[in-house]
């Protein structure tokens, strides 16, 4: 699992809970396949693990899970670039993704 595919899946994926689920499974899966780019996805995984955990049991609307689905899209896309950008675009976008809040 790469970044790339990562964001793949997720964009694919019917916004919901168990999209949040899966994509945590990628996440572990990214980490041993790209163990260079593990922060990344330990910190993805982290951040929709939150989400999910903060939400787990209640009712969700369409539109927060939608917007929650989107910023997590924005932040892959963050990770991508920097992973092939320089150390200090590197340490900004995990930066970035470490003190992001999907709702």
């Not at 903060?54 to 939608?66: A, D, F, H, K, M």
């Not at 892959?76 to 920097?82: E, F, G, I, K, L």
């Amino acid at each position: 699992m790469t970044l790339e595919d990562l964001r793949e899946a997720l964009s694919e994926r019917a916004p919901g809970l168990g999209a949040f689920e899966e994509f945590i499974h990628d996440c572990e899966r990214g980490m041993a396949d790209q163990p260079q780019h593990a922060a990344f996805f330990g910190l993805l995984a982290g951040a929709a693990q939150h989400f999910r955990e903060r939400y787990n049991q209640e009712p969700l609307s369409v539109t927060t899970i939608g917007e929650a689905k989107e910023e997590l899209l924005r932040l892959v896309d963050s990770a991508r670039q920097a992973a092939v950008g320089e150390p200090k675009d590197q340490i900004e976008a995990l930066n970035g993704i470490a003190r992001a809040d999907l709702g």
